[in-house]
């Protein structure tokens, strides 16, 4: 068991590294001083499709980053991979069947249905998680974010999350503690407790 402090002990302390956004990517060592893992940023680019490279490349040269050193490794994480590892537990579950892949839309479909890991709640709190899925958002992912304050109407206003919009604004971190808006936004986002979590 993990308390609520120590889940927001843990996500506070893995800002102002430098993590990259990187979908797919952290929290496969929930033992690792950061939710992050090394990736070869060429190698990575070269996977992309076109239009994201073209998006992508201003920032990448804004931050100093050569997209094609094929010798560059860089700290790279997701916003699942952040949330795992600021719960204590890695992002992949082996089963029988196979691996189970922890990922946005499993933790809402999650609270949402068998409550096995976690369990919609009504009102955000501090250790809680705030996150809504693909489907209906209108967005390429879904999202996922550790509550870090909440008013008295049980509405988070602060969040810590690992996004690709955090990484625009210097300091070029993708792991920021922001505003809850982008959730207040989306219309199937909900809250969620982990159930490992005192």
């Not at 506070?12 to 979908?23: D, E, F, M, N």
């Not at 050569?66 to 204590?88: E, I, T």
Request: aromatic fraction near 8%.
């Amino acid at each position: 068991m993990i308390t609520a402090q120590q889940v927001l002990t843990r996500a506070l302390s893995a800002r102002g590294h430098a993590i990259l956004y990187w979908i797919g990517q952290g929290g496969r060592d929930p033992g690792a001083a950061l939710p992050s893992n090394p990736v070869r940023v060429a190698q990575a680019w070269a996977s992309l499709d076109a239009a994201d490279q073209q998006a992508l490349a201003p920032l990448a040269q804004a931050m100093g980053i050569d997209v094609h050193d094929p010798a560059l490794v860089r700290d790279a994480c997701d916003c699942s991979g952040f949330v795992c590892w600021a719960l204590g537990f890695a992002r992949v579950l082996p089963g029988a069947g196979g691996d189970a892949w922890i990922n946005t839309d499993s933790i809402w479909a999650d609270a949402k249905g068998p409550q096995r890991r976690f369990e919609e709640i009504a009102r955000a709190r501090p250790g809680a998680l705030v996150v809504y899925p693909k489907q209906g958002s209108d967005e390429r992912y879904g999202h996922v974010a550790v509550v870090v304050e909440a008013d008295a109407d049980g509405h988070a206003t602060r969040i810590i999350h690992c996004s690709a919009d955090n990484i625009k604004n210097e300091p070029h971190d993708s792991i920021k503690i922001t505003s809850a808006d982008k959730f207040t936004a989306q219309q199937n986002s909900i809250y969620a407790w982990c159930r490992g979590v005192e």
